[in-house]
Nanobody
Framework: QVQLVESGGGLVQAGGSLALSCAAS????????MGWFRQAPVKEREFVAA????????YYVDSVKGRFTISRDNAKNTVYLQMGSLKLEDTDVYYC????????????????WGQGTQVTVSA
């Protein structure tokens, strides 16, 4: 069992930056593949980014490449999503997720989910 708690969401101006954190507890964090997803009301959940257990491999959806950076600190049992050059369309609830196994495919097969944190980008 893995418990995930996101933090860092809030209101930010378009073009600005925001950093999200996800703290994990329970089973070994260092052996997990970690991902970030986002979802708006009445829309499907969208894969955003993922990182392998060692941090050696990262993956991003095309719409955030060059703007978002996923990272992890296994000593702190925490994964981060640094978001820059934010756009109005980045407004969503962002979810942290974890799985054991391969980082490929990076967008699928996650078994554990956080409660979500709201990110709102204003004009």
């Amino acid at each position: 069992q893995v418990q995930l708690v996101e933090s860092g969401g809030g209101l930010v101006q378009a073009g600005g930056s925001l950093a999200l954190s996800c703290a994990a507890s329970g089973r070994s964090f260092s052996s997990t593949v970690m991902g970030w997803f986002r979802q708006a009301p009445v829309k499907e959940r969208e894969f955003v980014a993922a990182i392998s257990w060692s941090g050696g491999n990262t993956y991003y959806v095309d719409s955030v490449k060059g703007r978002f950076t996923i990272s992890r600190d296994n000593a702190k049992n925490t994964v981060y999503l640094q978001m820059g050059s934010l756009k109005l369309e980045d407004t969503d609830v962002y979810y942290c997720a974890a799985k054991y196994g391969s980082s490929r495919p990076p967008e699928a097969e996650y078994a554990y989910w956080g409660q979500g944190t709201q990110v709102t980008v204003s004009a």
